[in-house]
């Protein structure tokens, strides 16, 4: 059978579009399919790589910040005084003694850490407003390592002077056995402005 022009350009396209077919969903589509696979896998792996470079950076800016905070705990530490309450409950006296009128200062229980000791102080107080806060001011000053754990402030009457409970924690070095913590009053030996110190006839009398 003899076949017509027309019907070999339409055999022919028949071909043609059976190959392309055939090519496109057994070659192309998995192609582009793996084509694409692979473009995924290289932004999962691109995404991967920035990830482990912030952590990485991260990391980083880590050590060194706790370097850092080492460094400033370390010369903290290095700045407390040495374990001496009799001094400071004469530094105490001294800040509050011109400015307030204390109710009473009690010492509470020493808490033993492993670098510092603390030192609980409880204060409780009567003042002029303007006082009491030069006398916060000067604790916020003060060499002792301090600070503030609770702070509780009524008015009075006339509206001028307050009463105060203040709750402290001092922090001092670890007592050094070769520290010297003798003072006069151990002796019954007391001074009238400073219990800790000896008065001035007795401290004349020793040096002659």
Same mark, same amino acid.
Request: aromatic share 10%; no cysteine.
């Given at each position: 059978?003899?076949?017509? &022009?027309? /019907?070999?350009?339409?055999? +022919?396209?028949?071909?043609?579009?059976?190959?392309?077919?055939?090519?496109?969903?057994?070659?192309?589509?998995?192609?582009?399919?793996?084509?694409?696979?692979?473009?995924? /896998?290289? &932004?999962? #792996?691109? !995404?991967?790589? &920035?990830?482990? =470079?912030?952590?990485?950076?991260?990391?980083? +800016?880590?050590?060194?910040?706790?370097?850092?905070?080492?460094? @400033?705990?370390?010369?903290?530490?290095?700045?407390?005084?040495?374990? !001496?309450?009799?001094?400071?409950? *004469?530094?105490?006296?001294?800040?509050?003694?011109?400015?307030?009128?204390?109710?009473?200062?009690?010492? $509470?229980?020493? @808490?033993?850490?492993?670098?510092?000791? +603390?030192?609980?102080?409880?204060?409780?107080?009567?003042?002029?407003?303007?006082?009491?806060? =030069?006398?916060?001011?000067?604790?916020? =000053?003060?060499?002792?390592?301090?600070?503030?754990?609770?702070?509780? *402030?009524?008015?009075?009457?006339? #509206?001028?002077?307050?009463?105060?409970? +203040?709750?402290?924690? %001092?922090?001092?070095?670890? @007592?050094?056995?070769?520290?010297?913590?003798?003072?006069?009053?151990?002796? $019954?030996?007391? #001074?009238?402005?400073?219990? %800790?110190?000896?008065?001035?006839?007795?401290?004349?009398?020793?040096? !002659?």
């Amino acid at each position: 059978m003899k076949l017509t &022009k027309r /019907e070999k350009r339409f055999v +022919i396209l028949l071909v043609v579009v059976s190959v392309l077919s055939v090519y496109y969903v057994y070659f192309y589509q998995p192609l582009q399919e793996q084509i694409q696979n692979m473009i995924t /896998e290289i &932004k999962m #792996g691109e !995404d991967a790589l &920035k990830l482990k =470079e912030s952590k990485e950076d991260e990391v980083k +800016i880590l050590k060194e910040e706790l370097q850092a905070l080492t460094e @400033e705990t370390t010369n903290l530490l290095d700045s407390l005084p040495h374990h !001496d309450y009799p001094s400071l409950l *004469v530094h105490l006296n001294e800040i509050t003694a011109p400015r307030v009128n204390r109710e009473y200062i009690e010492i $509470g229980d020493v @808490e033993v850490q492993t670098e510092f000791v +603390i030192l609980p102080v409880f204060i409780s107080v009567s003042a002029e407003y303007n006082n009491f806060k =030069e006398m916060l001011k000067m604790l916020e =000053e003060s060499p002792y390592r301090n600070r503030v754990e609770s702070l509780s *402030v009524h008015t009075v009457d006339d #509206g001028v002077n307050i009463n105060a409970d +203040i709750a402290l924690k %001092f922090f001092f070095k670890p @007592e050094s056995d070769e520290q010297d913590n003798s003072y006069p009053f151990m002796n $019954g030996r007391f #001074g009238k402005d400073n219990p %800790f110190r000896q008065p001035v006839s007795q401290q004349t009398e020793a040096e !002659d």
